[in-house]
């Protein structure tokens, strides 16, 4: 369907004039906040793909780095006075491409579903029903793809789209037929059992539903208002029906095998919580014996089997292996099965979990997650994976836990295994904590004091509160050079990639006086740095003189944009793909009248070949006039003084020797390129003007103007003077033009070649990273107490204390609205003999040792990688790969690949830096 640019015709027939760009930004803006202002459980939300969105946000000028109400877009250039923006009008909205079935024209609209493992952002958007509506009002197309807006999480309740509703697999043990029903996690028992009733045409009363996970009968599901989701049913798993007869009318049901069981009721008003004992079956699921334990209760009591974990536990470790058990993947669960296999193989958690640690929960705890129950799901799990043997267990429990105080990791989406691993750490560290009444305790500045006094009151302060490394950060205000310190504890170290903070950047170097052809040259700089640090790399590589200067600016549809004259501007505001030109000139030559040359090219027109149109080509060149009143034959002679470097050897060679004699015949044909023209350059200069008439005009800062001058012309000392020089056929004759507009094409391919080979960096470089000092970031900006205003401060962080596991997470991932990048260079970290010490500053005389024992790993790209890690069996020195539900020994050579993602290490040695470097000296950090 082709929408025309006079009108479409609505649904009724009737034709409507589409609104303005500006028009239709202005409504939806105003819908999509009137939304906002209403949020409430059940409101419809519309699944529409990203693809199509974009292509409506850059027609009515929304930048895609924006939200819907964000700026002007950045890619919009101040021309002629006003923004302009170049985008046409979309077609029909097309969800096709994010739908399972969204070329079959003949499946109803209710049976057409999205496509799996779909990224908001990325793939699709969600807007608002009234959104939905004046946008399919103004553009038709389809399909419509609703979703309901519920409200999730326990402690901290958060409204969140439903964008993929719980799919499960209905089995008629009548028939043995099969059947799909899509109903919301947050539905009740109720709701299900009407659906399937409706959908099989029987009677609720005669209708028995089972949890038929992995085809065996889990438990009963019973008439309630309990959800789906607190029944633990997961995305794509089997419910069986069965309809009811005489002979089970006393409410005992069959299990796979056909024997009788009792059934388990899941309706009690306040849910009980399984402890971790009694005996475990072969398929991995407990027996049935467990106590009841509601939150508030006695969890002494709840807790008199744990010594059978404990003596399972000691089994293995007496030769009966346990730890080797798998975990089911229950729907893209792999980012939880490797985060969780790295944990229940961490000797103090297996040590502690496997004991009673029933006073230890804390109940009490307000910032604790839900009364213990995280704890307490951790331990049955960790406890069941010991003393299963090598069955896979399938985590159901604990993933409706997860769901229910951890919405972000609700739904069946990839996750991000790292940020899982700090809300467990969290949660249990909290669940768990000693310490049952937290005291109020501000946290103050060093102001001055000495950091072992500071460190220790901070360390002091978090043991009142957490019981539970701790680093120094450093922060210094830019402008008036506060320095801020405090004592922070960590449970894991983020570590960047040295590549993720630095960027590497190309820029022209053009000289002023016309001395010498422009450069390129490539730099590092940290991706937080400022204008002042990129002037800085720059002059260290183009071998800047102490009398020199460099002047920064972005040069954008062959004009001066802006002149980048601010130290202390953000390198973030210069984007990956923006032209940044440097111009170099003597200082004492700077401050004068500023004189700016454009270019212009005669070419064919496209439309009519016989036709020529001249357009503006190339980019600028900026001197300086050292006249105090400039004439037009000053100009004339600047600009050929700064075209001189460009004259071609043959063309000048011809020229001088016609007009001038100097060059003759004899002259070696092989000399180069830039003895030539230094040669040419102190011959030529001063006779080019007179001999050469350049085709000049002065215009004013839009180019509305264009006005020819007079040699005896004299302008104001101190302005700024804009000329246009067209080129015609003698100056392309005799200059090299490709120079102001290839170069940046050639550097940027040389980029594109050298990103491609990925280069083998160290845990030491990424740890060094870690603690180089750099800027905060533009939206990370810290408030100065002295300047009272916040500011982009320099920080730097410092290992002050280490903990006895340390775990090392490689930032691969950066995320942006709409781009998502991972870094696959291979990192290589030590197994064994990881000596930290060297990073502890402070007078802390211990050794830091430290040994490898598990790794969480990340295949492939983001949204559809996959998970896995390795382990080290406790006491056994072996290394074991889990893949989900599959378990295989792996050598210890083989653990190091470009997919370590979380590094798990423990502390082995405890003797002072002085012996442990003695101890040591034989061995490296890699």
Known sequence: MTIPDSGFMMENGTSCLPCTPEEEKTIITDLKNESERNLKQGNLYFVISSSWFRRWERYVGIDADENLIGNQSSDSRHINGAFSVVAERPGPIDNSNIVENGNDTDCKENEIQLRRMLMEGQDYVLVPQGVWEKLHEWYQGGPALPRKMILQGVLHRKFDVEVYPLCLKLIDSRDESQSTIWISRKASVTELFQKVCALKGIKQDKTRLWDYFNKRKYAQLSVSAKSVEESNLQMDQDILLEQVDGRHSSGLGMDSTGNELA???????????????GSTLSNGHSSGYATNLYPGSSLSSGLTDMDDGLDAYNSSRKGEKGGLAGLQNLGNTCFMNSALQCLVHTPPLVEYFLKDYSAEINTQNPLGIYSGELALAFGDLLRKLWSSGQTAIAPRVFKGKLSRFAPQFSGYNQHDSQELLAFLLDGLHEDL????????IEMKDSDGCPDEEVAAECWKNHKARNDSGQYKSTLVCPVCSKISITFDPFMYLSLPLPSTITRTMTVIVFYGDGSRLPMPFTVSVLKNGFCKDLLLALGTACGLKSDENLMLAEVYENKIYRYL????????????DEHIVAFRFQKNAMGKTKLVIFHRWQEKSKADYHKSVTELYGTPLVTYLAEEQPSGADIETAVSR??????????????VSKENGFLS??????????????????ELEGTLSTD???????????????????KDTLFESGKILRVVLDWADKEQELYDATYLKDIPEVHKARLAAKKTRQEAISLASCLDAFLTEEPLGPDDMWYCPRCKEHRQAIKKLDLWMLPEVTVFHLKRFTYGRYLKNKIDTFVNFPVHNLDLSKYVTSNDRQAYIYELYAISNHYGGLGGGHYTAYAKLIDDNRWYHFDDSHVSAVNEPDIKTSAAYLLFYKRVRTESKMEAGEASQSHSVS
């Open 665 to 682: 015949d004899g002259l070696d044909e092989k000399c180069s390129h830039s003895d030539a023209v230094s040669v040419e350059n102190a």
């Open 565 to 576: 004259e601010m130290p202390l501007e953000p390198l973030a505001s210069i984007k990956v």
């Open 692 to 710: 050469l008439s350049l085709l000049l005009h002065l215009t004013d800062d839009r180019f509305t103007t264009l006005k020819a001058f007079k």
């Open 642 to 655: 700064v075209l001189s470097p460009f004259i071609k050897i043959s063309s000048a060679k011809t020229h």
């Open 433 to 440: 904590n000693r310490v049952k009444q937290k005291p109020y």
């Open 263 to 277: 059934l388990v009721s899941l309706e009690p008003s306040r849910s009980p919580m399984t402890i971790a004992g």
